[in-house]
């Protein structure tokens, strides 16, 4: 599986924006996408998932700013994150991650974009 995301940039505090990470290769054993970010001198956060049939999950960090989406079932879908009131806590490289129903399969990651919030 391969993973390439886009959307990132630099915003001011407030605003929005919007990622986006589109799967091809073996799609059809993609189980969850997600999204992680990683700020300097930090470690890889988990933001959000998405299941093979939409189930959602976030980390409190984000609950009710940032929403994950993807047009389910259709394996081709690109999964997204929407990004609201924006602060510079958010600024990080954010990766898009894709898991297998095949247990013995790896993680599978973008090669991240950069957010920059900033006034």
């Known amino acids: 599986v391969h993973l390439v995301e886009s959307g990132g940039g630099l915003v001011q505090p407030g605003d929005s924006l919007r990622l986006s990470c589109t799967p091809s290769?073996?799609?059809?054993?993609?189980?969850?996408m997600g999204w992680y970010r990683q700020a300097p001198g930090k470690e890889r956060e988990l933001l959000a998932t998405i299941s093979r049939d939409g189930n959602t999950d976030y980390a409190d960090s984000v609950m009710g700013r940032f929403t994950i989406s993807r047009d389910n079932p259709n394996p081709k879908a690109p999964a997204y994150l929407e990004m609201n009131s924006l602060q510079p806590d958010d600024t990080a490289v954010y990766y898009c991650?894709?898991?297998?129903?095949?247990?013995?399969?790896?993680?599978?990651w973008g090669q991240g974009t950069q957010v920059t919030v900033s006034s």
């Open positions: 290769g073996n799609i059809f054993s993609i189980k969850t």
């Open positions: 991650n894709a898991r297998s129903i095949w247990p013995d399969d790896p993680d599978y």
